[in-house]
């Protein structure tokens, strides 16, 4: 009978263990685009149409997130990419308010519509060269274009391009 109940006991207690131990890390994959979203993200809020322009405050900013253009060989989703991004500029305090924006709405705003704190965020993650093959993994160059422009304008008016591998073997 007591080795029934210390049996009981035992699992009761490696259940509860279970329950209050740390969950286990993102994956490879989201910690790399979590990573590439907040560097994006570190990028398009330090660029000099949203600091030099206006004395607003990044708390009333409001970006617009269209879907992101993805290269298909990367094997990422086009709107995976695009929450990374938008957790990256969250997570900046004060951060933007960060909306998503389709072509659908992008055709029914002129430029005298549009709010002086709002801007389109543009996103394009494409391969920029051959992999690398390591011993343990697969590198692939990546190249990200990011661009801000006005809702009704077509006319860029900042763009920067960021550049890295994205390890395969995690995708």
């Known amino acids: 009978m007591n080795r029934i109940r210390y049996s009981l006991l035992f699992v009761v207690l490696l259940l509860a263990s279970g329950c209050a131990s740390q969950p286990s890390p993102p994956a490879t994959l989201r910690q790399a685009l979590l990573g590439l979203g907040d ?7 330090e660029s000099p149409v949203l600091n030099d322009k206006t004395p607003q ?5 409001v970006l617009l997130l269209p879907p992101s253009q993805v290269d298909p060989s990367l094997d990422i989703d086009s709107e995976r990419f695009r929450e990374s991004l ?5 997570a900046k305090p004060p951060g933007p308010q960060v909306l998503d924006w389709t072509a659908e709405q992008s055709t ?3 430029p005298s519509d549009h ?5 389109i965020l543009e996103s394009r993650l494409e391969t920029s060269g051959a992999p690398l093959q ?3 993994r697969v590198l692939v160059p990546y190249r990200l274009t990011l661009s801000l422009r006005r809702p009704g304008d077509a006319r860029q008016q900042w763009q920067e391009q960021l550049s890295g591998a994205i390890d395969t073997t995690a995708l």
Do not use: E, F, H, P
């Not at 405050?57 to 900013?61: G, I, M, Q, V, Y």
């Not at 938008?86 to 969250?90: A, D, E, I, K, N």
């Not at 709010?115 to 801007?119: A, F, G, K, T, V």
């Open 108 to 110: 029914s705003v002129t």
């Open 115 to 119: 709010d002086s704190n709002q801007w």
């Open 57 to 61: 405050t990044l708390s009333s900013l």
């Open 86 to 90: 938008t957790r990256g500029l969250l």
């Open 39 to 45: 560097k994006a993200a570190t990028r398009v809020l």
């Open 134 to 136: 390591l011993s343990d």
